[in-house]
C-alpha cells in the first residue's frame, strides 16, 4: 500500500470530506478523535460508517483513526468501520504494540463477522503520544502482521509531560520532540514498516513544509500527514522518487547485476558498496 500522503479529514464534516476526495492524497484518515468535539462523536462515527459504504473505484485508500482505550469509545467506533471499504485504522495514543495486540483481535472477529479476510485491515500506529510509548517503540518489532507504518506526534506528547513548548523560535523540535522523530524513524526501520514524518502544522506554508519534507525524505520517512488539502501535492512530490534518483538507483542495481561477485564498485567515479545497493532498491521499491 502506498502511503506517501495521509490526509486527515474530521469524520463530523461533510464538506471537508467533499474536499479531500478531489485532492491525490493516497490515504484519507477519516478522523473520530481529536479533531470531533464530545457531542458530535456518534453522528461523526455513523458518518465515516456510511462514508466507507461507497464502493466506487477510487484513488485512496480510506484510513479511520478511532478514539483512544481510555475514552471508552473504541470497541463502538471499531464495530461501526470494520467494514468491506476499510483499508486501514491509525491507532492514536497507543502506549505499544499491546495496545495494537488488542485492537488486532478486535479487527479478527469484525472481520469475520463482516465477511472480510482476516487481515485485510491493516494498521499504523501514532507510536510517540505517550511517555511510556517512548520506552516501547522496540515492542513493534517483530511486527504484528497487521503493521503498516509507524508515525509520531509532538502535541499530545507535550501535553503529557507538561511542557510549554515543543518549537524553538526558528521552528525547529526542541530536543525532546527530535528525539521521539528520531526514535520513530529507528523503530520503523527495525520493523521493516513504513516510516511516516508527524504533521506539519502551519498549513499556510508551503515552501516551509516543502523544505521539511525534503529533510524528513533525506533521514528516512517514506510519507507524511497532511492536515490540509494544500499540503498533499507537496507532500506527494517530496516521496517520490525523482526521475534523476531512479537512474542512479537503476544504474547501481544494474551495475551489480553485471558483477555478481562483486562487494564493492566503482561507478561515475563514486564508491558504491552493498548498503548502496540496498538503498538503491529501496528507491526502486518506492516506485512500484
Ligand atoms: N480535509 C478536507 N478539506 C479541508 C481540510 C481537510 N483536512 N482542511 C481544510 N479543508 C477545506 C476547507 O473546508 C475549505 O473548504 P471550502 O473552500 O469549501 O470552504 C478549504 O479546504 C480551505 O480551507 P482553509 O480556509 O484554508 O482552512 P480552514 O480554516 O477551513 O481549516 C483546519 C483549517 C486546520 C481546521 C482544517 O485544515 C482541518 O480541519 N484540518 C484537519 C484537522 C484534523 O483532522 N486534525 C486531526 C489530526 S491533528
Ligand atoms: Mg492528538
Redesign the pocket.
Known sequence: MKLRSM????GDSE??FA??RATAADALIL?LE??VALEQKASARDHVASLLNDNTPRRWSFFVRPNPFDTGLTYQDLAAVVKPGLGGLLIPKADGAHDIARIAEELDRLEAAAGMAIGTVRIAVVATETPIAMFNLASYTPPHPRLIALTWGAEDLAAAIGATGNKEDDGQWTSPYQMARNMCLFASAAAGVLPLDT?YAN?RDTEGLEADCRRARRDGFLGRIA???DQVDVINRCFTPSDAEIAEAREIVDAFAANPSAGTLGINGKMVDIPHLKAAQKTLAAIL
Open positions: 490526509l486527515f479529514v474530521p464538506k471537508k474536499k479531500a478522523d481529536d479533531s504533521l498549513f492536515i490540509h488539502p
